[in-house]
């Protein structure tokens, strides 16, 4: 377990904080900056997980649980039709993301937009985004990180033509949000709508073929 360096601002404010109050002589006061400070390093945790070895198995981009799952028509980078896994990231969950596959990044696109409740069934379309589409050899997958209605910065340590392992870490959204992952038609979903999943770790769909 570790703590992501996005976290170290916030801890340290809410220490701070919590120090004058204490040396103001309001040690009472000093108790909500120092919780606080406590739900930082929780939020901005980074669990070890297990990558699973098989090529043929893609990942969950994401802790939390799935909101819905819908099939779609067709996707920009996809070019096919698909399944679009919505995963829904409450304040509690994991909010570091993780590549799905292996595989180089080919688009990369922020939409500005709105900050609606990160459950809201439109949010994936109104709400402030980050896409990237990634590709290798046998598939191509497209994950975007939506900003929530707390969640009012998405951070990416990607670019295009970076490439990355299934499970490594790309980026985080902060304080609440949802992760969308388009996959193929010749995927076979492996989730199901309410299902708790673990970034890097679950295993949300498998190719076919």
């Known amino acids: 377990m570790s703590i992501i360096s996005e976290g170290y601002y916030f801890i340290a404010v809410a220490l701070a904080v919590a120090l004058l ?3 103001a002589g309001n040690p009472y006061a000093a108790i909500v900056p120092t919780v606080l400070a406590f739900y930082f390093a929780y939020f901005f945790r980074n669990p070890t997980r297990h990558i ?3 090529e043929s198995a893609i990942v969950s981009p994401a802790d939390g649980t799935v909101q819905d799952v819908v099939h779609i028509d067709d996707d920009d980078f996809v070019k096919r039709a698909g399944t679009k896994v919505i995963i829904f990231l409450s304040v509690f969950d994991v ?3 993780r590549s799905p596959i292996a595989g180089e990044i080919k688009i990369q696109k922020y939409i500005c937009g709105r900050f609606r409740p990160a459950y809201k069934d439109s949010v994936g379309f109104e709400n402030e985004r980050h896409l990237i589409g990634i590709e290798n050899d046998r598939l191509r997958v497209t994950v975007t990180q939506v900003a929530g209605i707390l969640a009012r910065r998405i951070v990416s340590w990607v670019t295009l033509d970076d490439k990355l392992e299934k499970g490594e870490l790309y980026g985080l959204i902060r304080f609440g ?8 038609d010749d995927v076979e979903v ?3 709508k309410g299902q708790k999943v673990y970034g890097g770790e679950t295993i949300i769909g498998r190719i076919k073929n």
């Open 177 to 184: 949000s949802c992760t969308e992952i388009v996959m193929p």
């Open 21 to 23: 109050l204490g040396i």
């Open 52 to 54: 699973p070895a098989d």
């Open 95 to 97: 909010h570091v993301n």
């Open 190 to 192: 492996l989730v199901k």
